[in-house]
């Protein structure tokens, strides 16, 4: 049995990790406009220079997660983990030392984007940050982690990818040319699906990869698994700006209500981790138990 000391020292260790990689992907939103001042002429950063920008971020955790995926696995775990916590870690701190030093898409929509002065425009910007993340991310979390072992995995992913489908349609009916949304209700409708995109698949995706995965393979395959969410976030990345140009925000809005009905259907081919041990599913009784009937399978451990 490990001692509370030992429990604390993981929890902080992984704590650290989860914030670095969480600040450097929600702060990109904020660095770009101000790169656009610094580096651009008219002080704004083309639609294609932006997807790039955003698309380099997840493009090098894409590879980030492959390599120290197969080094976990072929070294062990807690040989990697430190090593690798000090790229995010100096990269936030590089990160910090831009917005330190000088003077989101959706945050424009929402009205918390544009301001008199420079300053005023960045400002508006991170208080926005600021209330989707108090008003969306934050309660999410503390509410989807108490839901894995009552509701099951796969319940609470396919669930909230439900509600999140319709929140997006939703917001692309009233995003249309004619509508005129008050703030107000922009915000409500982003932080709602902010909240159930992070009690569900924000939640549900960190914890089903570490558990669903046989040890010998769980690095390397956990890995695998981050970098194919990821390459989503780079399509995302760079295309988003150029199809919203296309099909304006309302079509990009549906586009997503879609992803996520699809992302509900996929999550039903996902096997139930609840309740089942890890040793279980070690020994790939999770599979077994998901593949045949309850009394063939009960044939099936009689036997071996």
Known sequence: M??????LRFVITAGVGFFADG??????????PILGYLYFEDGKVSTVDSDIMKGGLSLGMVIGQLLFGVLSDVWGRHAIYGKELILPVF???????????????????IGYANGATTWQTLYNTAVGNI????AGYLPGFYVGIFLPDCIGRVRQQFWTCIVVCILYAIWA???TQSAHPPTAGLMIIFALSQFFLTVGPNCTTFLIPAEVFPTRVRGTAHGISGAAGKCGAIITAFAFGTVEDTIGLEGVLGLFSGIMFL????TLLIPE???RSLEGIENDELYRASSCSPRLCRDKVTIS
């Open 173 to 175: 009916g009233v995003s």
């Open 273 to 275: 981790t609840k309740n």
């Open 263 to 266: 992302t509900a259907l996929v």
């Open 131 to 134: 209330i989707i993340q108090a």
């Open 2 to 7: 490990e001692s509370l000391g030992a429990k």
């Open 23 to 32: 600040y450097l992907n929600l702060t990109v939103g904020l660095v770009v």
């Open 91 to 109: 990269g936030t701190l590089m990160r910090y030392r831009i917005l330190r030093y000088q003077p989101q898409p959706k945050l424009a929509r």
